[in-house]
Nanobody
Framework: QVQLAESGGGYVQAGGSLRLSCAAS???????????MGWFRQAPGKEREFVAA????????PYADSVKGRFTISRDNVNRMVYLQMDNLKPEDTAVYYC??????????????????WGQGTQVTVSS
């Protein structure tokens, strides 16, 4: 069973930066490049929403409009890691951030129910 483990969340003031990391394990015969990877987030009282994704070779990196130009997603296929660099953070970015894996591409249109693997989530809190 594929396992995803996030780290790097925390508390930051508006305008600050955080870097989230996601480590993949338990691939059991799959290769990391078989998985489309991405990040979703869920704020209190709201539905889980797409943030960013990265294709197998990182040729495609779609972003939600709300984070485009501020967040950067990347992946390291050798070490089976995915990263989300978040700059110029805003209070509305406050949410639990989840690493997501799918045995297909993840796009802006991908719904949470279409994700095959989830991390446990990491809290990001941005103060005004």
């Amino acid at each position: 069973q594929v396992q995803l483990a996030e780290s790097g969340g925390g508390y930051v003031q508006a305008g600050g930066s955080l870097r989230l990391s996601c480590a993949a394990s338990g691939l059991a015969g799959r290769t990391f490049t078989d998985l489309g990877m991405g990040w979703f987030r869920q704020a209190p009282g709201k539905e889980r929403e797409f943030v960013a994704a990265v294709s197998w070779t990182a040729a495609l990196t779609p972003y939600a409009d709300s984070v485009k130009g501020r967040f950067t997603i990347s992946r390291d296929n050798v070490n089976r890691m995915v990263y989300l660099q978040m700059d110029n953070l805003k209070p509305e970015d406050t949410a639990v951030y989840y690493c997501a894996g799918r045995e297909a591409l993840i796009t802006k249109a991908t719904m949470p129910k279409q994700i095959d693997y989830w991390g446990q989530g990491t809290q990001v809190t941005v103060s005004s």
